[in-house]
């Protein structure tokens, strides 16, 4: 949950959701009140484990900002929440894969009434509750795609797709339960024995398993060994959330610079996350949307010398639009030296003025 939390403020709600989950399905009449306060006990520890794992990114905003958040930044993403958009039009507009993702929404709905009934899967039930209503109230559910003469609206699949497993889980709990095989004897018996499991129950033969153990542990070795990371940033090459055939390499362009030269790069447009380089040697500054960013941003940040190396600025990627401030880069070569460019992305040499 920590984790979770320090890269995603939505999940919270997941957190939110699993402790009375938790408390709920715990917490009844036949529990004492002694284990009653360990629950709740339990409760503070898990949210204090967490606030130390992921609160990093919190705290520093509350120390800066003196706030955790741009308030005007959450309003604008809670806006496009899944509950804020249950009565928009374009979301029931019959496209080509309307009737799939019908069936799909079907499915996990029934799936979670069928197992809520059914008391010894109800906690994974629960988390898929969770699931459902976090993917319901995450701000940016909702991708709006602008173009010209209008604007349309999509469902941003991605962040429930932890309803997948969860709802797949639940089918092959049952599917498992309904075979021959004494599986409460089998869990038993790993509890009691420190070996994790005791293959022989389900027919492996045990001088199988030092073998296996030895392969996987070898091929985990290798891959770690042998690891390099990616070239460019995988999945968001594109730069545009409604990508098309062409990606940019400016992330690339990025992992080409020398990593024993780490330079500050101001990004605007772009995902922080592949500018830092590929030894993490760069100094990132985030300036935020193309179609809101302004040039003397920038002029203000130097002015507090603070110095820049490269600023590099993309494509609106919302609507594809070619950000204002780019023409006004372009009129000064005295100040920003192209260094790469490409149809999405380009990449200009701060001067010293």
């Not at 989950?21 to 967490?50: A, C, H, M, Y």
């Not at 507009?93 to 799939?100: A, D, G, N």
């Not at 790069?265 to 100094?283: D, E």
Request: net charge positive; glycine share 10%.
């Amino acid at each position: 949950a920590g984790v979770g939390v320090g890269v995603k403020p939505n999940a919270a709600y997941y957190g939110l959701g699993i402790s009375g989950l938790l408390l709920g399905l715990l917490w009844g009449d036949q529990v004492e009140r002694r284990e009653k306060f360990s629950l709740i006990w339990v409760q503070i520890i898990f949210w204090l484990l967490t606030l130390l794992l992921g609160g990093f990114w919190y705290g520093r905003n509350l120390w800066a900002m003196g706030k955790i958040f741009d308030s005007s930044l959450v309003a604008s993403s809670m806006e496009l929440s899944v509950l804020r958009n249950l009565t928009n039009p374009d979301l029931y507009i019959l496209r080509p894969e309307s009737v799939t993702l019908a069936l799909a929404i079907a499915t996990v709905v029934m799936t979670l009434i069928f197992f809520w009934h059914r008391p010894q899967l109800r906690l994974v039930a629960g988390f898929l509750a969770v699931a459902i209503a976090a993917f319901i109230v995450t701000p940016n559910g909702i991708y709006r795609l602008e173009f010209a003469g209008g604007s349309t609206s999509y469902l941003q699949l991605r962040y429930g797709i932890i309803m997948v497993p969860l709802t797949g889980m639940l089918w092959l709990g049952m599917a498992l339960a309904s075979l021959p095989i004494p599986w409460h004897g089998l869990i038993a018996d790993a509890c009691e024995n420190p070996t994790l499991l005791n293959f022989a129950h389900v027919g492996l033969p045990q001088k199988w398993v030092r073998p296996m153990v030895i392969a996987v542990g070898l091929a985990v070795i290798v891959q770690l060994l042998t690891y390099r990371s990616p070239d460019g940033l995988p999945g968001f090459d594109h730069i545009l959330f409604a990508p098309g055939p062409k990606a940019s390499q400016i992330y690339e362009w990025v992992q080409s610079l020398p990593s024993n030269q780490p330079k500050t790069l101001y990004g605007v447009g772009l995902r922080p996350f592949g500018l830092y380089g590929r030894s993490w040697q760069n100094r990132v500054i985030d300036g935020g949307s193309p179609r809101t960013w302004q040039l003397s941003q920038l002029a203000e940040l130097r002015g507090r010398s603070q110095p820049v190396d490269y600023l590099l600025i993309s494509l609106d990627p919302f609507t594809g639009s070619v950000p204002p401030a780019l023409l006004e880069i372009l009129s000064r070569p005295q100040e920003f030296r192209p260094v790469y460019a490409d149809d999405l992305a380009a990449a200009f040499q701060v001067l010293s003025p």
